[in-house]
């Protein structure tokens, strides 16, 4: 079940668009915002109040990147692959970030701590290398600045 | 120098509230758009303003707005779109102006709104752009309560409603009609064309469609003139322009300059050269669906018209410069990869050609690469383009493919007759 601020929250964004489906979206980062990723079941309630079949709605769900349909972690790392941080030692930063957090691409730190992505140019190419923590970024990044941020989440 | 988009901009310093911003002369473009001329009148001074459209395409604005049916007949609700779903690789301009200056583009959008008689506008934002929505929303609140959005806007009787939709990332979304599907609720593939969303658009209903940037600058035309806004340029395009440097470059960021200033100005002045002990090899001008520029090319004038005469497009105007010791091939893996990952799969000859590209290149990088690939790459290069896809997305990919197999060809030869990256 959908919890009331839940409801109420799709229904608010709802409010913007001619039609409700419209707002899936929206709704689906409402939901995930309280429960971390978007399972079946609540994919299933959301898209009752948006009056639109579970199918429709998964359809648009799995099309982008920052709704997540499998458990993630309590925060998520995207790392910058795009032409100007790779120019700028994506690899290095990568490569290290693999390391420290002992996980690749997809993956989920064992005390699901951290989630590890790639993500397309997070447009910030004059701090180049850069990414994000959950809603944070990060620029002008190497190896030491990198253990620094992750310590502050420890 | 006038630099009218960022003269209220600070860095590290919060934008401009909405009583700051009157005070600094905002919101009199919208009152005299408004309170002293016609929705035409407004859209005939954007037009003589010569200002085209900054998101990459360069279509003039005013034209755009003047596809858009007008009258009592005209299908209801009319509504506008703001692009700012920056996302090509290299481009963080719009950023800047939303972060910094939120009042400048609400009071352009009310301003083109009315223009085109739009009772519904959405303001389309990538998800990773966080500051930039929180600064949105609380300046859509203020204007919302000072009247400047909502019912009846300063006595005019034009009423508008300003929404922000805030996606979940994809690439494509970028590209207008697929970016109306995802504002429809639906996957972001692209739609055939015609019809064109001017007439036939979100809903079914006539919208019209702008990049951030170009927006910004409708409040100053309108206040300021079109004479004065064509002055602002170094070249028939009105205006000023955000231009922007990235890679291995002395002082990268962004700047506002007249438009058609030169590859080499932003480089050198602006950016301030190479890094130590670097030379320019390569120049992707305006992202990363453009195609390279080499060292020859940096006195040619960044404006629409000079770079196409170049070979390449001015795109989003934000340059990404490619030294002598990073592997050309390598950054076209890159970028293939970028472009594959981020088809949205509805066509097949991006689905599947990015897809082959993009492994062919990776190969070629890796020293496993047969000579036979580059005959493969450059027919790429001539089938996959406009007209054989829905939209843009992979002819742009095959840009800066097509330019590197010219400038560089020898590059890959050495990929893979050494069997190796030379660069590494």
């Known amino acids: ?154 | 120098m006038e630099s009218p988009l960022t003269q209220n901009i600070r860095p590290d310093i919060s934008p401009l509230n909405l009583p700051e911003y009157e005070k600094a002369g905002g919101y009199q473009g919208l009152r005299k758009a408004l309170t002293q001329l016609a929705p035409d009148e407004v859209t005939a001074l954007v037009l003589e303003s010569n200002l085209r459209g900054r998101g990459g395409a360069g279509f003039s604005t005013g034209r755009k707005w003047s596809f858009v049916p007008m009258g009592d007949d005209a299908p209801r609700p009319k509504y506008l779109v703001i692009n700012a779903d920056e996302m090509e690789p290299g481009t963080f301009k719009d950023r800047l102006l939303m972060e910094g200056d939120p009042h400048q583009l609400i009071e352009g959008i009310i301003i083109a709104a009315y223009a085109v008689q739009a009772g519904i506008a959405y303001i389309f934002l990538r998800r990773a752009y966080v500051t930039a929505g929180q600064r949105l929303e609380t300046a859509i609140k203020e204007a919302y309560a000072k009247g400047y959005l909502g019912q009846n806007i300063l006595g005019s009787g034009f009423n508008l409603d300003l929404y922000l939709h805030v996606s979940a990332g994809r690439y494509i979304c970028g590209e207008e009609t697929a970016l109306l599907n995802a504002l429809e609720g639906k996957r972001a593939v692209p739609r055939a064309k015609p019809p064109f969303p001017p007439v036939v658009g979100l809903w079914g209903k006539p919208t019209a469609f702008n990049n951030v940037e170009t927006i910004c600058n409708v409040s100053h035309i309108i206040r300021l003139g079109p004479a004065w806004f064509r002055d602002l340029s170094h070249v028939p395009d009105g205006g000023s322009k955000i231009y922007g440097a990235s890679g291995k470059v002395r002082r990268p960021g962004a700047w506002e300059l007249p438009m058609g200033v030169t590859i080499r100005e932003i480089l050198e002045e602006h950016a301030g050269g190479m890094q130590d002990g670097l030379e320019v090899r390569a120049i992707l001008p305006g992202g990363v669906s453009t195609d390279l520029l080499t060292a020859k090319h940096l006195d040619v004038r960044m404006d629409f018209n000079s770079m196409q005469e170049a070979g390449s497009r001015l795109g989003t105007g934000t340059m990404v410069v490619i030294d002598d010791r990073t592997c050309i091939v390598g950054l076209l893996s890159n970028l293939m990869h970028f472009f594959a990952q981020e088809s949205c799969g509805w066509c097949t000859p991006c689905r599947e050609g990015l897809a082959w590209t993009s492994r062919i290149l990776k190969a070629i990088e890796q020293g496993q690469g047969k000579l036979e690939d580059i005959e493969h790459l450059k027919r790429h290069t001539r089938l996959i383009t406009l007209g054989h896809t829905f939209c843009a997305l992979a002819p742009g990919a095959m840009e800066p493919l097509q330019s590197a197999l010219t400038y560089f060809e020898d590059d890959f030869r050495r990929h893979i007759l050494e069997r190796r990256c030379p660069w590494r």
């Open chain 1, 1 to 154: 079940m959908l919890t009331e601020q839940e409801e109420k929250d799709i229904e608010a964004v709802a409010g913007h668009y001619p039609l409700k489906k419209a707002a899936g979206i929206e709704a689906l980062k409402i939901v995930q915002k309280h429960r971390g990723w978007v399972s079946d079941e609540t994919l299933s309630h959301v898209a009752d109040v948006l009056e639109m079949s579970p199918t429709e709605l998964d359809a648009v769900a799995t099309f982008y990147n920052f709704i997540f349909r499998r458990p993630v972690g309590r925060h998520i790392i995207l790392v910058c692959d795009s032409v100007s941080c790779w120019i700028m030692g994506y690899d290095t930063i990568v490569n290290h970030l693999e390391k420290r957090l002992g996980i690749g691409f997809g993956e989920t730190t064992v005390d699901g701590r951290f989630t590890l992505l790639p993500n397309v140019c997070l447009g910030a190419c004059d701090r180049a290398p850069v990414m994000m923590i959950d809603e944070q970024l990060y620029g002008e990044l190497d190896v030491e600045k990198i253990d620094k941020i992750l310590a502050s989440f420890e």
